[in-house]
């Protein structure tokens, strides 16, 4: 291709002198082959060398560059001055699309609508979460196992065996035993697969998909957790619609954390994933072992023999939830009403996201 | 993979929707249509309260004197002036055993247009219904002053049925029928001149499996103006029945629609197309005569279709629901034109068609400034095309509009 080009336009300069001719000629081939992409050679011999000086070259750039940032850097801090700003990477998150349905912190109408949700009342502390976990109809191996790690996750949690009832029929009971919420662990194939959770009396009936699972006895190193009501941390549910599955997931567990047990579960939104962890935290103080240079920088803020460190150690189990649909009411799979189904024509883009 | 919209939607056209949300806020969304600007909520009346949550609501549109009925929770209904959102009258409606308490409350009203026990502009007449079957008509004096207000109103009250719960209520363009259906009630076509039952629907036979679904109507409309003989109702089993009171009593003509219930029914004034809204959110439209599908409404609707109404006048419907987006479409094209964000779950929508009219009447001093404020926008903005842009004809097209508008306000000056 490129050389095709050259010859056209050696056709074209034939006018005039040869001299400068020549030079630009060459010029104007060390400029092609720049521009020329390797992927347009067909000897591979020669395609492969090409290739391979290319990446090294664009090595070396990257790595030059990377050097002479570290050292504006460096000699800015010394001269004292302000640090040339840090890039950041631009990600999927960082990047995703405007979405009006954000909540703002300023919005008299989300709260408003928050004091008189479903939940408000568990939230409130006017009633303390008191959770029924079920299954499907079979249930075997995994199933069990996932269930009875989380009846140590949720306090105040009871397992019932799901025999031959409707779900309906289920969610009456609970509602006359003054259950707050009902978990319905879906299998399949042995395998925990969906899990359905429906607020009660009248509130919503949320359908997760569940998937990567690790029970307890399979992480490394886990802990036993302890009895005590854990913290929960809730990051990233953004939209309106994140914020309502929030405040279902808060309404599962007892709003009063006992601080001594330094157990925390956490349900971090990232990309309409939600991901549970289950650690448990520890401060220690360490002597620390830091090399002298660095001690004595250190040495005018604070003693560098003592410094507190949190450690974790995760008690299992792990899972991510994915939201498939958000129905109204309780769960009523023919009549019911959806605030929010996913709907193929809604992806649109990879950089829209609904939590 | 999926499909993106790639028609270019022409913009919203000029209109504007009062809505009604689950806190009893009402908002009003406008749209201006010469500027392609999107819709906006102009103002929003009431404060955040779940108990005044809107049920119900009716507007009687016409150039003099609109009036806005609101249904709240709270058993009251209060009929407001849909120009300034100002209270005109409130009342509550008195049933028999407990008022206003979760497992009766109202589930329809209507407004009345017409003269009717000699109703004049500072009365009105409504129509209400509540979930156990009491139906309501009340007379109402309106005043200026909200004190003494709701003293004045006569009413007279009667059952609808004897069991079951009453989920739609329509009163048909005469005034003079409206039919009740509901979970476990036919649907019944009363005369409201004599509050009388004329009319009842009957349930269809069993299927072929000799399976009988229970009678569980979700929404229910009229299909065309004059004639009361004719009704589409939507089921709670996701089936879409057209009935005829002149010829049989069961449905002439039923579909099904989607697998999830049939939440709002909408009817064209060409008196066949008909608008279908359900459960999960998905939204078609109908030609009644035969039954077939003349094409969805695809846009990212994601929550149950609460409610659909037809703009008079243009070729526009808006739809409404728990996915708290107020979206309007066009009906030929079927494509979205805008969506608003109004962040609650929304009860009802409702046109109100009469309001440009009603804008041009504003004292025209006013007027004048305004537009003398618009023209300075625009020729900036012609000035700015004309540097950017290549097309004269898009700016040759402004400049011509300015112009008439100029001379428009020219002549208001003189006048």
Same mark, same amino acid.
């Given at each position: 291709?490129? /050389?095709?080009?050259?010859?056209?336009?050696?056709?074209?300069?034939?006018?005039?002198?040869?001299?400068?001719?020549? %030079?630009?000629?060459?010029?104007?081939?060390?400029?092609?082959?720049?521009?020329?992409?390797?992927?347009?050679?067909?000897?591979?011999?020669?395609?492969?060398?090409?290739?391979?000086?290319?990446?090294?070259?664009?090595?070396? %750039?990257?790595?030059?560059?990377?050097?002479?940032?570290?050292?504006?850097?460096?000699?800015?801090?010394?001269?004292?001055?302000?640090?040339? +700003?840090?890039?950041?990477?631009?990600?999927?998150?960082?990047?995703?699309?405007?979405?009006?349905?954000?909540?703002?912190?300023?919005?008299?109408?989300?709260?408003? &609508?928050?004091?008189?949700?479903?939940?408000?009342?568990?939230?409130?502390?006017?009633?303390?979460?008191?959770?029924?976990?079920?299954?499907?109809?079979?249930?075997?191996?995994?199933?069990?196992?996932?269930?009875?790690?989380?009846?140590?996750?949720?306090?105040?949690?009871?397992?019932?065996?799901?025999?031959?009832?409707?779900?309906?029929?289920?969610?009456?009971?609970?509602?006359?035993?003054?259950?707050?919420?009902?978990?319905?662990?879906?299998?399949?194939?042995?395998?925990?697969?969906?899990?359905?959770?429906?607020?009660?009396?009248?509130?919503?009936?949320?359908?997760?998909?569940?998937?990567?699972?690790?029970?307890?006895?399979?992480?490394?190193?886990?802990?036993?957790?302890?009895?005590?009501?854990?913290?929960?941390?809730?990051?990233?549910?953004?939209?309106?619609?994140?914020?309502?599955?929030?405040?279902?997931?808060?309404?599962?567990? +007892?709003?009063?954390?006992?601080? /001594? &047990?330094?157990?925390?579960?956490?349900?971090?939104?990232?990309?309409?994933?939600?991901?549970?962890?289950?650690?448990?935290?520890?401060?220690?103080?360490?002597?620390?072992?830091?090399?002298?240079?660095? &001690?004595?920088?250190?040495?005018?803020?604070?003693?560098?023999?003592?410094?507190?460190?949190?450690?974790?150690?995760?008690? &299992? +189990?792990?899972?991510?939830?994915?939201?498939?649909?958000?129905?109204?009411?309780?769960?009523?799979?023919?009549?019911?009403?959806?605030?929010?189904?996913?709907?193929? %024509?809604?992806?649109?883009?990879?950089?829209?996201?609904?939590? | 993979?999926?499909?993106?919209?790639?028609? !270019?939607?022409?913009?919203?056209?000029? $209109?504007?929707?009062?809505?009604?949300?689950?806190?009893?806020?009402?908002?009003?969304?406008?749209?201006?249509?010469?500027?392609?600007?999107?819709?906006?909520?102009?103002?929003?009346?009431?404060?955040?309260?779940?108990?005044?949550?809107?049920?119900?609501?009716?507007?009687?549109?016409?150039?003099?004197?609109? $009036?806005?009925?609101?249904?709240?929770?709270?058993?009251?209904?209060?009929?407001?002036?849909?120009?300034?959102?100002?209270?005109?009258?409130?009342?509550?409606?008195?049933?028999?055993?407990?008022?206003?308490?979760?497992?009766?409350?109202?589930?329809?009203?209507?407004?009345?247009?017409?003269?009717?026990?000699?109703?004049?502009?500072?009365?009105?007449? =409504?129509?209400?219904?509540?979930?156990?079957?009491?139906?309501?008509?009340?007379?109402?004096?309106?005043?200026?002053?909200?004190?003494?207000?709701?003293?004045?109103?006569?009413?007279?009250?009667?059952?609808?049925?004897?069991?079951?719960?009453?989920?739609?209520?329509?009163?048909?363009?005469? !005034?003079?029928?409206?039919?009740?259906?509901?979970?476990?009630?036919?649907?019944?076509?009363?005369?409201?001149?004599?509050?009388? #039952?004329?009319?009842?629907?009957?349930?269809?036979?069993?299927?072929? =499996?000799?399976?009988?679904?229970?009678?569980?109507?979700?929404?229910?409309?009229?299909?065309?103006?004059?004639?009361?003989?004719?009704?589409?109702?939507?089921?709670?089993?996701?089936?879409?029945?057209?009935?005829?009171?002149?010829?049989?009593? *069961?449905?002439?003509?039923?579909?099904?629609?989607?697998?999830?219930?049939?939440?709002?029914?909408?009817?064209? !004034?060409?008196?066949?197309?008909?608008?279908?809204?359900?459960?999960?959110?998905?939204?078609?439209?109908?030609?009644? *005569?035969?039954? #077939?599908?003349?094409?969805?409404?695809?846009? #990212?609707?994601?929550?149950?279709?609460?409610?659909?109404?037809?703009?008079?006048?243009?070729?526009?419907?808006? @739809?409404?629901?728990?996915?708290?987006?107020? *979206?309007?479409?066009?009906?030929?094209? *079927?494509? =979205?034109?805008?969506?608003?964000?109004?962040?609650?779950?929304?009860?009802?929508?409702?046109?109100?068609?009469?309001? @440009?009219?009603?804008?041009?009447?504003?004292?025209?001093?006013?007027?004048?400034?305004?537009?003398?404020?618009?023209?300075?926008?625009?020729?900036?903005?012609?000035?700015?095309?004309? #540097?950017?842009?290549?097309?004269?004809?898009?700016?040759?097209?402004?400049?011509?509009?300015?112009?008439?508008?100029?001379?428009?306000?020219?002549?208001?000056?003189?006048?």
């Amino acid at each position: 291709m490129g /050389r095709k080009r050259n010859l056209s336009e050696d056709g074209g300069g034939e006018d005039e002198e040869e001299r400068p001719m020549k %030079e630009r000629r060459v010029k104007e081939k060390q400029e092609v082959r720049e521009s020329m992409r390797p992927s347009m050679i067909k000897n591979k011999e020669k395609r492969a060398a090409v290739h391979a000086k290319l990446k090294q070259q664009k090595k070396v %750039e990257k790595r030059k560059k990377v050097k002479a940032r570290e050292a504006a850097e460096k000699k800015a801090l010394e001269l004292g001055e302000e640090p040339p +700003p840090k890039m950041v990477p631009r990600t999927i998150e960082n990047t995703r699309e405007s979405d009006e349905t954000v909540c703002l912190p300023d919005d008299e109408e989300l709260f408003a &609508g928050n004091d008189v949700d479903e939940f408000s009342a568990v939230l409130k502390n006017e009633r303390s979460p008191k959770i029924l976990i079920t299954t499907s109809r079979y249930n075997s191996t995994r199933g069990p196992a996932f269930i009875s790690d989380l009846i140590s996750v949720i306090p105040n949690a009871h397992y019932y065996k799901r025999g031959t009832y409707d779900l309906k029929k289920i969610v009456q009971y609970a509602n006359e035993k003054e259950f707050t919420s009902v978990i319905v662990v879906h299998t399949n194939r042995r395998e925990p697969d969906a899990l359905l959770v429906i607020g009660l009396p009248d509130g919503p009936t949320a359908h997760f998909k569940l998937s990567k699972l690790m029970l307890r006895k399979d992480i490394k190193n886990h802990g036993k957790p302890t009895s005590h009501k854990p913290e929960l941390v809730l990051t990233n549910f953004t939209t309106r619609l994140g914020h309502r599955v929030g405040r279902m997931i808060q309404s599962l567990f +007892p709003q009063d954390p006992e601080f /001594r &047990g330094r157990r925390v579960v956490t349900f971090h939104n990232q990309r309409d994933f939600i991901f549970f962890r289950h650690h448990r935290y520890i401060f220690e103080t360490k002597e620390s072992k830091q090399k002298e240079s660095k &001690g004595k920088k250190s040495k005018d803020e604070k003693n560098p023999q003592e410094r507190t460190i949190a450690r974790l150690q995760e008690c &299992g +189990p792990r899972f991510t939830l994915k939201l498939i649909s958000l129905q109204h009411g309780t769960f009523d799979t023919k009549g019911g009403e959806y605030e929010w189904v996913h709907k193929p %024509e809604m992806d649109t883009s990879r950089r829209r996201f609904f939590l | 993979m999926p499909r993106t919209t790639t028609v !270019e939607s022409s913009g919203c056209p000029s $209109l504007r929707a009062l809505t009604f949300d689950i806190l009893g806020l009402i908002k009003v969304v406008e749209a201006k249509g010469e500027q392609k600007e999107a819709p906006k909520v102009v103002e929003k009346w009431g404060e955040p309260d779940a108990s005044r949550c809107v049920l119900a609501a009716s507007l009687v549109d016409r150039e003099f004197d609109p $009036l806005l009925g609101v249904a709240r929770k709270s058993g009251k209904i209060e009929v407001l002036s849909p120009v300034n959102g100002d209270v005109r009258a409130s009342i509550s409606i008195e049933s028999q055993n407990h008022p206003g308490s979760a497992d009766n409350s109202i589930v329809g009203l209507h407004l009345f247009k017409g003269e009717r026990l000699g109703s004049s502009s500072r009365s009105c007449n =409504l129509l209400t219904c509540t979930s156990k079957g009491q139906a309501n008509m009340t007379y109402v004096k309106m005043s200026e002053s909200l004190e003494d207000s709701g003293g004045e109103s006569t009413q007279t009250t009667w059952n609808v049925c004897g069991s079951g719960s009453i989920l739609c209520c329509k009163v048909d363009a005469d !005034e003079s029928y409206a039919l009740f259906g509901g979970k476990g009630v036919e649907v019944n076509i009363w005369d409201l001149s004599q509050c009388a #039952k004329v009319w009842s629907a009957k349930s269809p036979a069993k299927n072929s =499996l000799g399976i009988f679904t229970p009678t569980w109507f979700t929404s229910a409309t009229f299909l065309c103006k004059d004639d009361h003989r004719k009704f589409v109702a939507g089921t709670n089993s996701h089936q879409v029945r057209l009935y005829d009171i002149s010829a049989q009593r *069961r449905p002439v003509v039923s579909f099904d629609f989607r697998e999830t219930p049939i939440k709002a029914v909408a009817e064209d !004034e060409d008196g066949h197309t008909i608008y279908i809204g359900n459960g999960s959110g998905d939204l078609a439209s109908f030609d009644i *005569r035969t039954g #077939k599908l003349l094409g969805s409404f695809l846009g #990212k609707c994601s929550g149950s279709i609460r409610s659909i109404v037809k703009h008079p006048e243009l070729p526009v419907i808006a @739809s409404c629901g728990l996915d708290s987006y107020l *979206r309007i479409w066009d009906v030929k094209s *079927r494509q =979205l034109l805008s969506a608003v964000f109004l962040k609650q779950h929304l009860n009802s929508v409702v046109f109100d068609s009469k309001f @440009s009219t009603r804008e041009a009447q504003v004292p025209p001093q006013q007027q004048d400034t305004d537009e003398t404020l618009q023209t300075e926008e625009e020729e900036e903005k012609t000035v700015k095309r004309k #540097k950017a842009s290549k097309e004269h004809s898009g700016s040759k097209k402004l400049k011509t509009k300015k112009k008439s508008i100029r001379s428009k306000g020219d002549s208001n000056d003189i006048a």
